[in-house]
């Protein structure tokens, strides 16, 4: 049997049988409604005592008296928000059965499954969409979540990455021309290193020429471009038209100004990714580029991330999303990103929210679907049990998930 067949068919049987759960299917009679005596409107508004109608997977009004017959979760005790969107995750990213990290080698049906098991932890954990960059075993996960019921956020996927090289990566006539397959292949978007790894000290590796042939192709196209990019290759990335630049380790507080004005998103990490890889050095030591002098490289720019974050946040204009770059070892901790970028870094906890929000949606190009409370948007809500503005950790305890109108978790709303 063809490898891509068996691959199908596990995640098709896999699905199904966790979309025949009896407690995944718990509240798909509409209308449902849910009351709320704190609601963030996922914009950075709060609502008190109110309620969300929902039907048909949307959001039909927020506010008003229930409709005849609904089926209403008291939420009162809980805040209640939109999902939230990570902009930068890896769901296929796994320890194998050693507690190593796995590699290509190993079985794909295997690291499929894997990604099916990190993004029910996600959506579990409160995110209701991701975005995923990137790995061609996406597209299946995709599908299976979209189409076939199995239980995971939403997800966008740039498939495989395009990797900088410098001279051996090509001609921007061939970069056009990889683009091009990328988007009948069925990319959400567009994936690119423009600068090596932060382990391997983050040196430029597209030209602004090389940049700017992806990013325009990428727009001629219709799909956005997501730059993985430090030092000179921040502002040439947003030059160059791209939508979003990542990490952005060594920009100066002139570039941070320059993807301000330029209207280029900014998605730094403020902890979890590089506390996640040096937590799971044993897992990840020995293989490829992980050696002592990459996690000596990583405990040193932590704080130096940290440092970009706050100059980011201080940045007037400037579009700064929740993105995480979740590998091996954080799925489901996602969270934990606000965390540190509120009680590290000093973000301010609305700020922190709505950058997972409506900001992020926007970002996404979804700001007409996800990403806040309001009438003809996915039901994508979730709960959690505490106040996030009095106490940042409360986005620890998610206790209810809504997406798309069916209830995936419900651990302490009562319903009638």
Request: with cysteine.
């Amino acid at each position: 049997m063809p490898m891509a067949l068996r691959l199908r068919q596990m995640v098709f049987f896999a699905s199904l049988a966790l979309s025949l759960d009896p407690g995944l299917a718990a509240a798909q009679a509409p209308p449902t409604v849910l009351k709320a005596s704190t609601a963030f409107d996922g914009r950075g508004k709060i609502l008190h005592n109110t309620i969300v109608v929902v039907e048909g997977g949307e959001i039909q009004r927020v506010g008003g008296s229930a409709p005849n017959g609904a089926v209403t979760y008291d939420l009162t005790r809980l805040t209640v928000l939109p999902g939230w969107i990570d902009a930068h995750v890896h769901p296929t990213w796994h320890f194998d059965a050693s507690g190593r990290l796995a590699g290509e080698n190993e079985p794909k049906e295997q690291t499929v499954l894997a990604g099916a098991a990190n993004s029910w932890k996600m959506l579990a954990a409160g995110f209701t969409t991701v975005q995923s960059l990137g790995s061609a075993l996406d597209k299946d996960l995709r599908d299976a979540i979209d189409r076939r019921g199995l239980p995971g956020p939403r997800i966008l996927t740039s498939l495989d990455a395009i990797f900088g090289r410098g001279e051996a990566t090509g001609t921007p006539e061939e970069l056009r021309a990889v683009v091009d397959e990328h988007a009948r292949n069925g990319a959400d978007l567009i994936k690119i290193f423009a600068s090596g790894s932060i382990r391997e000290g983050g040196k430029p590796t597209l030209s602004e020429e090389q940049l700017a042939a992806i990013c325009s192709e990428a727009k001629q196209v219709g799909l956005r471009t997501v730059v993985h990019a430090y030092g000179p290759s921040v502002r040439m990335a947003s030059l160059a038209g791209c939508t979003e630049v990542e990490h952005g380790l060594y920009a100066s507080d002139a570039d941070l100004r320059f993807l301000a004005e330029r209207g280029t998103y900014f998605d730094p990490q403020a902890g979890l990714v590089l506390q996640n890889y040096l937590d799971n050095k044993s897992h990840y030591l020995g293989i490829g580029n992980y050696t002592e002098t990459a996690f000596e490289t990583m405990q040193k720019v932590l704080p130096e991330f940290q440092e970009l974050f706050r100059h980011a946040i201080r940045t007037r204009g400037l579009k700064v999303i929740f993105g995480t770059d979740a590998v091996a070892g954080a799925h489901g901790r996602n969270a934990e990103e606000f965390l540190y970028r509120v009680q590290t870094c000093g973000q301010e906890p609305m700020d922190a929210l709505v950058s997972a929000n409506s900001l992020a949606a926007e970002a996404l190009g979804l700001r007409d679907r996800v990403g806040s409370l309001a009438a003809g948007l996915d039901a994508d809500i979730i709960a959690l049990d505490g106040d996030p503005l009095k106490d940042i950790t409360a986005v620890r305890r998610v206790v209810f998930v809504m997406k798309g109108g069916t209830i995936f978790v419900n651990q302490a709303a009562g319903s009638r």
